[in-house]
């Protein structure tokens, strides 16, 4: 069965300072897609970033990118010169039900101070 | 661009009271799907469609029906509302399959009496 695994519960840094938040998955697919998602203190949750199995580089996205290692079955994000509006619950995902559909892991909060 | 509507933002029930929620979406977006996130947790899977008419489970439906008689629109009903699933409920659409981004509604707040 597939599963996701956010081990960190919350995490607090200073402006302008680099997070890094961890992620493990559990799947028996060959190829699949990972995804991080951002809720705000006001519920919006929004996409940020998308990582395909098969591509060995990392992916990145403005200030987010992604460290993929396959072998782990782990795909942190990283967010670099933080802002105090990056303070979010942020979400890891995978495909699953036949690549129809995501599992989320329990989020891991971030807490961004001046 | 476009946009999910959920309706209503908060309903409140009685305990075994069968509700029913509301999304719309104008993204024209094939799939939709509904979750469920308790408080501090994460989002579990109630139903998704991927297409007009067609449903399928989550590992959460137990104790919920969903409906997609339109391309733009996808309901969910609670059959019979307990204290224990006083959540926020959100709906989600996107373009195709899951390897494309979801588009999230603002989420209805579920209140059991």
């Known amino acids: 069965a597939q599963k996701v695994t956010q081990t960190q519960t919350s995490i607090s840094v200073m402006e302008k300072t680099t997070v890094t938040m961890d992620c493990v998955y559990e799947t028996q697919d060959s190829s699949y897609f990972l995804f991080w998602y951002k809720q705000t203190a006001s519920g919006e949750i929004v996409f940020l970033i998308r990582q395909d199995s098969y591509k060995k580089e990392n992916a990145t996205v403005g200030h987010y990118s992604l460290n993929f290692q396959k072998p782990k079955s782990s795909i942190g994000l990283i967010i670099t010169a933080t802002q105090i509006e990056d303070s979010a619950v942020y979400f890891c995902a995978m495909e699953y039900q036949g690549g129809r559909a995501l599992i989320f892991g329990t989020g891991t909060t971030v807490s961004v101070s001046p | 661009g476009g946009i999910i509507t959920q309706t209503p933002k908060f309903l409140i029930g009685q305990e075994g009271q069968k509700l029913t929620l509301k999304c719309q979406q104008n993204?024209?977006?094939?799939?939709m799907y509904w979750y469920r996130q308790d408080s501090g947790k994460g989002l579990r899977l109630i139903y998704y469609?991927?297409?007009?008419?067609?449903?399928q489970k989550g590992d959460l439906s137990e104790g919920y029906d969903a409906s997609r008689e339109k391309k733009s629109s996808f309901s969910l009903t609670v059959t019979s509302a307990q204290k224990n699933e006083m959540a926020v409920f959100l709906c989600a659409s996107s373009i195709g399959e899951s390897s494309y981004e979801q588009y999230f509604g603002p989420g209805t707040r579920l209140t059991v009496l």
């Open positions: 993204f024209n977006h094939d799939t």
């Open positions: 469609s991927i297409t007009e008419n067609d449903l």
